[in-house]
């Protein structure tokens, strides 16, 4: 299927790795020229080469901290009118509520929240004046359904699901979508440090621990990055114009409920 966005810009945020990095490789097989960032330069760096080379698209990279005013100013200087922006940042720390900070939860919501919201304010009325647009946050599963040691990001992500829910609906008459991804458990750097523990205390490999949670899942596998990437682009796809306000699990069926 031709998704119809080849020669679109796009932003994608967090991207050098994991997540972000399976929605802007997507993105790139179908002609969107990107500017991604993270704050490791080198790792950055060396994904925008192995993007680009791939696929044939521009990709810029932009060091920075998205979290930052800088860094959003940096990003959004080096690609000013996106048709296409992916928000994504690192998730907060985990812990139990009792010993979480007011400042612990500031910083939860500045990353995973505030920082999506500056970077759609800034985007979305240039891309309703154009008649096109396609925002994506990823956010968590978590807004579906409470983790509970991580309160901080089950917060900050409902915080921003709802902070843009009705936008969703006032910029749908323009061709301008808004939806978030609710990733469950995807095989990526991330998900392998904190099964670090885990495999020590069983005295099995790292591969081994997490074969044995993909095994918990129905589909009977973590996802990976391709598999969130590609649900990610047909969100960012000319076809999906009438694809609005909506938050999809991408979990392989972890989710117990029916709707
Ligand atoms: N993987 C999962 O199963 C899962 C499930 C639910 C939710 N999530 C959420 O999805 C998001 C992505 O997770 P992931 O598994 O893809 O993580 P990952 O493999 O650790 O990749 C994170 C990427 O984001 C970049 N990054 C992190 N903080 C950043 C910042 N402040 N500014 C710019 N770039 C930043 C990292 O590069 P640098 O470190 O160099 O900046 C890296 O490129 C996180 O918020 C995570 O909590 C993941």
Redesign the pocket.
Known sequence: MDLGIEGKKAIV?????????GCATALAQEGVDLVI????KE??IATAEEIASATGVSVTPIA????SEE?RRAVLAACPNPDVLVN????PPPGDFKDFTLDDWRKAVE?NMLTPIALIHATVYGMVERGFGRIVN?T??SVKAPIPILEL?NGARCGLTGGVAALARKVAKNNVTINALL????D????RQTLTGRAEADGISIDQAAEQLGASIPAGRMGTAEDFGVACAFLCSAHAGFITGQNLLIDGGSFPGTM
């Open positions: 945020s967090a991207a050098s790795k994991g997540l972000g990095k960032c993270a704050r490791t790792t950055l920075c901290d998205i979290t860094g994504n940042a690192g998730g990353g990823i968590s599963a990001s990733p469950g458990l995807h990526t750097d991330r998900i």
